[in-house]
């Protein structure tokens, strides 16, 4: 018999729906009640910070900053010279397919003056290597620094001869010796790129081999091959030349044997691919071997070699079973890791970097707080909750270190190019270190890490405040 109370089959599956409906419902609407909690705790935090700056404790905050900025700063130059003693600098820029070097891999920069390991019988092995198959062109690579000047009359001064052009510079004499980064290479016919110079301004290596027969004067006590050089237009500054004129090897290095200082002509002034902070020339391997004491056992600094990549490499272990055969990578950071000075360098920068900037962000942060006792026992009062009230100081702190962070990273980039000019100008030959675009997200990162080790002391006074303690006072 049928009843009035009797319910449709489905009826509670319909109310099971329903209830599940509502609890996610229910669920989104906490979810946006939180997110919006949140963001508004953020909005508060960072217009008190700002009106903090603006108004009230300006001085701290800038003080603040500036320590977080000086600190990231440092790091960021610190890193750069480690990344300098990983890649080799400046000459390390080419455009080669395959590098073979020594498995010795310390390789201590002209920070320190230190040679590292070489190359022996670069000459007659890049010579079996360029006879290989799917080989286009194998050179060896030699880099000494070298005391070059204007060849001349001692003391003449440059004029207006050079005014014309904009390279040249006031009031040099030429007698003034400037230290040139010397890279020699075995040039053929085809347009490639050593140290960011173009090697085709550079005669042929027959060709160069055949002026040997001609050789007479002045020059015949310098290197075999053409006596030229291609400049990098920093080089061509310093000296104050421009294609077509001559350079002497500073004499004071043949006074001791009376020997007149050999002669090179400027063939060409170019643009550097790389870092144009460093002078650099570039001239023939086997002038910079007999100058430089390397040609007994024709020692180099690397071979590169051009074409097939693969062939090109097994034809490189060929001849240099035992050393390091690659392919040349100039801008990966992960460089560091390869090089145990680099990476140490880099990890005592880090944890200095992080050390000095989470104790100063700490006592900042914690001076900041004890000072704003009444400021959170108000919003205690207002029904802000312990949560609330710590996120606030977090969200502060957290943003003060990353506006450090980021004016630390500026000024880390022109404290690099500051530290070349100055040490180009000095102590080093060329620049002592480099920059990538991944220093400045580096630089925020580590500011994170810093402000999260340094917030739980200023959290800690926060959750001690008390808004009976702060009304007696």
């Known amino acids: 018999m049928d009843t009035d109370d009797e319910q449709p089959p489905n009826a509670g599956n319909e109310r099971r729906g329903q209830s599940r409906d509502e609890r996610r419902t229910d669920e989104f609407s906490g979810r946006g009640t939180n997110r919006t909690r949140w963001v508004g705790l953020g909005r508060l935090a960072v217009t008190r910070l700002w009106k903090r700056t603006t108004k009230t404790t300006s001085r701290r905050v800038i003080a603040t900053i500036s320590a977080v900025a000086l600190t990231i700063a440092l790091l960021v130059v610190v890193t750069g010279v480690a990344l300098a003693l990983a890649d080799g600098g400046t000459t390390t820029e080419n455009d080669a397919d395959v590098q073979v070097t020594p498995e010795s891999t310390d390789l201590l920069s002209s920070i320190n003056g230190v040679e590292g390991a070489r190359l022996g019988e670069a000459n007659e092995r890049a010579a079996s290597i360029r006879a ?11 880099t000494e620094p070298m005391r070059l000047e204007r060849a001349g009359e001692g003391g003449t001064t440059v004029t207006e001869s050079n005014e014309t052009d904009a390279n040249a ?14 890279v020699g290479v075995t040039p053929d016919e085809e347009p490639r790129t050593v140290a960011g110079l173009p090697t085709n301004e550079l005669a042929a290596e027959s060709n160069a081999a055949a002026d040997d027969t001609v050789t007479t004067g002045t020059n015949a006590t310098a290197a075999p091959g053409q006596r030229e050089l291609v400049l990098s237009t920093t080089a061509a500054e310093r000296l104050g030349v421009t294609a077509g004129d001559e350079l002497a090897v500073s004499s004071s290095q043949f006074e001791a044997t009376d020997t007149p200082p ?3 002509t400027v063939t060409a002034v170019a643009e550097t691919s ?4 460093t002078p650099v020339a570039l001239g023939h391997l086997r002038a910079l071997q007999t100058l430089s004491g390397a040609s007994e056992g024709e020692l180099a600094d690397r071979v590169l070699v051009w074409g097939e990549s693969d062939a ?13 055969v690659e392919t040349p990578d100039r801008t990966d950071p992960s460089l560091l890791f390869d090089d145990g000075l680099a990476f140490v360098t880099s990890v005592l920068a880090l944890v200095v970097g992080v050390a000095i900037c989470a104790a100063f962000v700490a006592t900042t942060a914690g001076m900041t707080v004890n000072e704003d006792r009444r400021m959170l026992a108000v919003l205690e009062s207002v029904g802000f909750p312990t949560h609330s009230r710590l996120a606030i100081v977090a969200i502060s702190t957290q943003a003060l270190t990353l506006c450090g962070a980021l004016l630390g990273g500026v000024l880390g980039f022109v404290g690099i190019h500051a530290l070349n000019a100055v040490a180009s100008g000095t102590i080093a030959p060329g620049a002592i270190a480099e920059t990538h675009p991944l220093f400045l997200p580096y630089a925020l990162v580590i500011a994170c890490v810093a402000g999260l080790i340094a917030i739980p002391y200023p959290l800690v006074i926060a959750a001690r405040t008390s808004v009976l303690a702060e009304v007696s006072r």
């Not at 790389?274 to 902070?277: F, I, K, R």
Request: aromatic share 2%; proline share 9%.
């Open 274 to 277: 790389g870092d144009d902070e």
């Open 132 to 142: 290989g198959e799917g080989v286009d062109h194998a050179t060896p690579v030699l």
């Open 169 to 182: 510079t006031d009031n040099r004499t030429a007698t003034d010796p400037q230290t040139i980064l010397l």
């Open 312 to 324: 090109a490499a097994d034809e490189a272990a060929a001849a240099y079973p035992d050393a390091t």
């Open 262 to 264: 050999p002669t090179v």
